[in-house]
Protein backbone atom coordinates (compact mmCIF):
# COMPACT_ATOMS: atom_id res chain seq x y z
CA UNK A 1 0.00 0.00 0.00
CA UNK A 2 0.82 3.53 -0.51
CA UNK A 3 2.19 5.85 2.20
CA UNK A 4 3.60 9.24 2.60
CA UNK A 5 6.21 10.20 5.22
CA UNK A 6 6.94 14.01 6.14
CA UNK A 7 9.48 15.20 8.81
CA UNK A 8 9.96 16.81 11.47
CA UNK A 9 6.83 16.76 12.81
CA UNK A 10 7.37 19.95 14.66
CA UNK A 11 10.36 22.36 13.93
CA UNK A 12 11.31 26.00 15.90
CA UNK A 13 13.60 27.51 14.17
CA UNK A 14 14.99 31.33 14.08
CA UNK A 15 15.01 34.17 11.83
CA UNK A 16 17.73 34.24 8.90
CA UNK A 17 18.01 30.42 8.97
CA UNK A 18 17.65 27.76 6.76
CA UNK A 19 15.20 25.37 6.21
CA UNK A 20 14.65 21.95 4.82
CA UNK A 21 11.44 20.15 5.09
CA UNK A 22 11.07 16.24 3.42
CA UNK A 23 8.57 14.36 2.27
CA UNK A 24 8.87 10.61 0.47
CA UNK A 25 6.09 8.46 -1.13
CA UNK A 26 6.20 5.03 -0.80
CA UNK A 27 4.56 2.38 -2.77
CA UNK A 28 3.72 4.03 -6.20
CA UNK A 29 5.73 5.42 -8.66
CA UNK A 30 5.78 8.44 -10.99
CA UNK A 31 3.71 10.46 -8.42
CA UNK A 32 1.67 14.09 -8.25
CA UNK A 33 3.42 15.60 -5.26
CA UNK A 34 2.55 19.00 -3.79
CA UNK A 35 3.10 21.75 -0.97
CA UNK A 36 0.99 23.18 1.44
CA UNK A 37 1.15 25.43 3.72
CA UNK A 38 -2.06 26.45 6.33
CA UNK A 39 -1.70 29.47 8.21
CA UNK A 40 -3.74 29.52 11.60
CA UNK A 41 -5.77 26.25 11.51
CA UNK A 42 -7.80 27.47 8.54
CA UNK A 43 -7.17 27.51 4.25
CA UNK A 44 -4.79 25.98 2.63
CA UNK A 45 -2.32 27.83 0.28
CA UNK A 46 -0.78 25.70 -2.66
CA UNK A 47 2.90 26.06 -2.46
CA UNK A 48 4.90 23.87 -5.08
CA UNK A 49 3.49 21.35 -6.95
CA UNK A 50 5.95 18.75 -9.52
CA UNK A 51 4.56 16.28 -11.92
CA UNK A 52 7.93 14.68 -12.46
CA UNK A 53 11.41 14.62 -11.46
CA UNK A 54 13.40 17.94 -11.58
CA UNK A 55 9.49 19.31 -12.42
CA UNK A 56 8.42 22.05 -9.76
CA UNK A 57 6.08 24.63 -10.31
CA UNK A 58 5.47 27.81 -7.79
CA UNK A 59 1.89 28.43 -7.41
CA UNK A 60 3.10 31.75 -5.04
CA UNK A 61 6.03 34.46 -5.11
CA UNK A 62 7.90 33.87 -1.51
CA UNK A 63 10.93 32.78 1.05
CA UNK A 64 11.00 29.46 0.02
CA UNK A 65 11.68 27.04 -2.95
CA UNK A 66 11.27 23.17 -3.76
CA UNK A 67 13.19 20.83 -5.49
CA UNK A 68 12.67 17.22 -6.57
CA UNK A 69 15.55 15.23 -6.46
CA UNK A 70 13.95 11.85 -6.72
CA UNK A 71 10.64 10.38 -7.96
CA UNK A 72 9.24 9.91 -4.61
CA UNK A 73 11.04 12.57 -2.93
CA UNK A 74 9.52 16.19 -2.57
CA UNK A 75 12.11 19.06 -0.44
CA UNK A 76 10.95 22.58 0.54
CA UNK A 77 13.89 24.41 1.75
CA UNK A 78 14.88 28.32 2.29
CA UNK A 79 17.72 29.86 2.78
CA UNK A 80 16.76 32.19 5.14
CA UNK A 81 13.42 32.17 7.19
CA UNK A 82 11.17 34.66 7.74
CA UNK A 83 8.78 35.27 10.87
CA UNK A 84 5.97 34.97 8.32
CA UNK A 85 7.25 31.64 7.12
CA UNK A 86 5.31 30.35 9.81
CA UNK A 87 2.90 27.65 9.94
CA UNK A 88 1.63 24.48 9.37
CA UNK A 89 3.40 22.79 6.26
CA UNK A 90 1.73 19.67 4.50
CA UNK A 91 2.71 17.67 1.64
CA UNK A 92 0.64 15.70 -0.59
CA UNK A 93 0.77 12.95 -3.09
CA UNK A 94 -1.77 12.01 -6.24
CA UNK A 95 -2.02 9.21 -8.84
CA UNK A 96 -0.87 10.70 -11.98
CA UNK A 97 -4.21 11.93 -14.03
CA UNK A 98 -5.77 9.79 -11.43
CA UNK A 99 -6.78 12.98 -9.24
CA UNK A 100 -10.14 12.17 -10.25
CA UNK A 101 -10.81 8.76 -8.87
CA UNK A 102 -8.44 8.88 -5.88
CA UNK A 103 -7.84 12.34 -5.08
CA UNK A 104 -5.10 13.40 -2.89
CA UNK A 105 -3.26 11.33 -0.07
CA UNK A 106 -1.60 14.04 2.60
CA UNK A 107 1.28 13.78 5.30
CA UNK A 108 0.82 14.50 8.88
CA UNK A 109 2.40 17.79 8.42
CA UNK A 110 5.03 19.56 10.06
CA UNK A 111 4.44 22.74 12.29
CA UNK A 112 7.06 25.60 11.57
CA UNK A 113 7.86 28.30 13.95
CA UNK A 114 9.54 30.78 13.20
CA UNK A 115 11.28 32.90 16.02
CA UNK B 1 -10.92 28.48 -13.44
CA UNK B 2 -12.71 25.90 -10.69
CA UNK B 3 -13.26 27.30 -7.58
CA UNK B 4 -15.07 26.40 -4.44
CA UNK B 5 -16.52 28.15 -1.59
CA UNK B 6 -17.32 27.08 1.69
CA UNK B 7 -19.47 29.98 2.89
CA UNK B 8 -19.57 28.76 6.62
CA UNK B 9 -16.06 29.68 8.83
CA UNK B 10 -17.67 27.89 11.46
CA UNK B 11 -20.55 25.64 12.20
CA UNK B 12 -22.00 24.88 15.81
CA UNK B 13 -24.05 21.89 16.62
CA UNK B 14 -25.53 20.33 20.01
CA UNK B 15 -24.26 16.46 20.40
CA UNK B 16 -26.82 14.33 18.62
CA UNK B 17 -28.40 16.84 16.28
CA UNK B 18 -27.81 16.54 12.78
CA UNK B 19 -25.21 18.74 11.09
CA UNK B 20 -24.60 20.15 7.31
CA UNK B 21 -21.80 21.45 6.59
CA UNK B 22 -22.02 23.84 3.31
CA UNK B 23 -19.79 23.42 -0.09
CA UNK B 24 -21.10 25.13 -3.29
CA UNK B 25 -18.21 24.48 -6.44
CA UNK B 26 -17.56 26.31 -9.97
CA UNK B 27 -15.80 24.11 -12.45
CA UNK B 28 -15.63 23.53 -16.58
CA UNK B 29 -17.26 19.79 -17.55
CA UNK B 30 -17.90 17.24 -15.00
CA UNK B 31 -17.35 17.92 -11.44
CA UNK B 32 -15.44 15.82 -8.99
CA UNK B 33 -15.96 16.28 -5.44
CA UNK B 34 -14.12 15.31 -2.52
CA UNK B 35 -14.81 15.90 1.45
CA UNK B 36 -11.79 15.88 3.81
CA UNK B 37 -11.34 16.34 7.42
CA UNK B 38 -8.50 17.90 9.38
CA UNK B 39 -7.80 16.97 13.34
CA UNK B 40 -5.79 19.51 15.15
CA UNK B 41 -2.08 19.00 14.21
CA UNK B 42 -2.54 16.45 11.66
CA UNK B 43 -3.11 16.12 7.71
CA UNK B 44 -5.96 16.21 5.89
CA UNK B 45 -8.28 12.54 5.84
CA UNK B 46 -10.16 11.32 3.06
CA UNK B 47 -13.87 11.12 4.05
CA UNK B 48 -15.71 10.78 0.98
CA UNK B 49 -16.42 12.00 -3.01
CA UNK B 50 -18.55 11.89 -5.87
CA UNK B 51 -17.25 10.89 -8.92
CA UNK B 52 -20.52 9.49 -11.19
CA UNK B 53 -23.81 7.70 -10.30
CA UNK B 54 -26.05 8.18 -6.87
CA UNK B 55 -26.08 11.17 -5.86
CA UNK B 56 -26.24 10.72 -2.11
CA UNK B 57 -22.80 9.36 -1.36
CA UNK B 58 -21.92 7.69 1.96
CA UNK B 59 -18.45 8.07 3.37
CA UNK B 60 -16.10 7.35 6.48
CA UNK B 61 -17.34 7.89 10.37
CA UNK B 62 -21.02 7.72 9.24
CA UNK B 63 -21.01 10.86 7.19
CA UNK B 64 -22.37 11.43 3.87
CA UNK B 65 -22.90 13.83 1.16
CA UNK B 66 -25.87 15.07 -1.69
CA UNK B 67 -24.35 16.06 -4.91
CA UNK B 68 -26.66 18.71 -6.48
CA UNK B 69 -26.25 19.63 -9.89
CA UNK B 70 -28.58 22.46 -10.44
CA UNK B 71 -27.07 23.72 -7.30
CA UNK B 72 -23.81 23.56 -7.65
CA UNK B 73 -23.18 21.93 -3.95
CA UNK B 74 -21.80 19.12 -2.22
CA UNK B 75 -22.99 19.63 1.52
CA UNK B 76 -21.63 17.41 4.17
CA UNK B 77 -24.08 15.72 6.34
CA UNK B 78 -24.36 13.21 9.24
CA UNK B 79 -27.99 12.47 10.84
CA UNK B 80 -26.86 12.32 14.32
CA UNK B 81 -23.25 14.84 15.79
CA UNK B 82 -20.43 13.42 17.91
CA UNK B 83 -18.26 15.56 19.91
CA UNK B 84 -15.34 13.55 17.94
CA UNK B 85 -16.44 15.03 14.61
CA UNK B 86 -15.64 18.52 15.79
CA UNK B 87 -12.60 19.54 13.26
CA UNK B 88 -11.76 21.17 10.28
CA UNK B 89 -13.49 20.07 7.10
CA UNK B 90 -12.62 21.14 3.85
CA UNK B 91 -14.08 20.31 0.46
CA UNK B 92 -12.51 20.25 -2.84
CA UNK B 93 -13.26 19.65 -6.72
CA UNK B 94 -11.43 18.56 -10.00
CA UNK B 95 -12.12 17.88 -13.42
CA UNK B 96 -11.60 15.55 -16.05
CA UNK B 97 -9.04 17.79 -17.75
CA UNK B 98 -5.31 17.40 -17.87
CA UNK B 99 -3.78 17.88 -14.37
CA UNK B 100 -6.95 17.17 -12.29
CA UNK B 101 -5.92 19.70 -9.77
CA UNK B 102 -7.82 19.89 -7.01
CA UNK B 103 -8.95 22.81 -5.33
CA UNK B 104 -10.16 22.98 -1.81
CA UNK B 105 -12.51 25.12 -0.16
CA UNK B 106 -11.15 27.66 3.17
CA UNK B 107 -12.25 25.22 5.19
CA UNK B 108 -15.37 25.18 7.38
CA UNK B 109 -14.34 24.34 12.08
CA UNK B 110 -17.57 22.16 12.97
CA UNK B 111 -17.99 22.57 17.03
CA UNK B 112 -20.44 20.05 18.26
CA UNK B 113 -21.34 20.55 22.21
CA UNK B 114 -21.47 18.24 24.58
Known amino acids: SQTIHQWPATLVQPVGSPLSLECTVE??????LYWYRQAAGRGLQLLFYSVGIGQISSEVPQNLSASRPQDRQFILSSKKLLLSDSGFYLCAWSQRGRSIVYGYTFGSGTRLTVV | AQSVAQPEDQVNVAEGNPLTVKCTYSVSGNPYLFWYVQYPNRGLQFLLK??????LVKGSYGFEAEFNKSQTSFHLKKPSALVSDSALYFCAVTNNNAGNMLTFGGGTRLMVKP
Open chain 2, 50 to 55: YITGDN
Open chain 1, 27 to 32: GTSNPN
